[in-house]
Nanobody, 116 residues
Framework: QVQLVESGGGLVQPGGSLRLSCAAS????????MGWHRQAPGKERELVAT???????DYANSVKGRFTISRDNAKNTVWLQMNSLKPEDTAVYYC??????????WGKGTLVTVSS
């Protein structure tokens, strides 16, 4: 069984920063992609950023230049550094990993609220 545990969410003012962390544990085989998705109230879940084992990254246009994703392959951990946060970044952020086998796993989510 695989567990993903997110942390780092909270309340921040517009223009502020937060750093999300996600640690994976359990019966994990080779991880290909790790990433973050988010779901705002009343909206569908959307991709925020992904990072492949090789280090290749991909970002949603709405966060490019403000968010940075990184990972530690040895520790099965992924981070999301979020800068210049905007109210529209308010959402529950979910960690996701995809093994080379195609299996994928999700965390329970961490709430990020951007408000003055």
């Amino acid at each position: 069984q695989v567990q993903l545990v997110e942390s780092g969410g909270g309340l921040v003012q517009p223009g502020g920063s937060l750093r999300l962390s996600c640690a994976a544990s359990g019966s994990i085989f080779s991880i290909n992609v790790m990433g973050w998705h988010r779901q705002a109230p009343g909206k569908e879940r959307e991709l925020v950023a992904t990072i492949r084992r090789s280090g290749f990254t991909d970002y949603a246009n709405s966060v490019k230049g403000r968010f940075t994703i990184s990972r530690d392959n040895a520790k099965n951990t992924v981070w999301l550094q979020m800068n210049s946060l905007k109210p529209e970044d308010t959402a529950v952020y979910y960690c996701n990993l995809v093994e080379y086998s195609g299996k994928d796993y999700w965390g329970k989510g961490t709430l990020v609220t951007v408000s003055s």
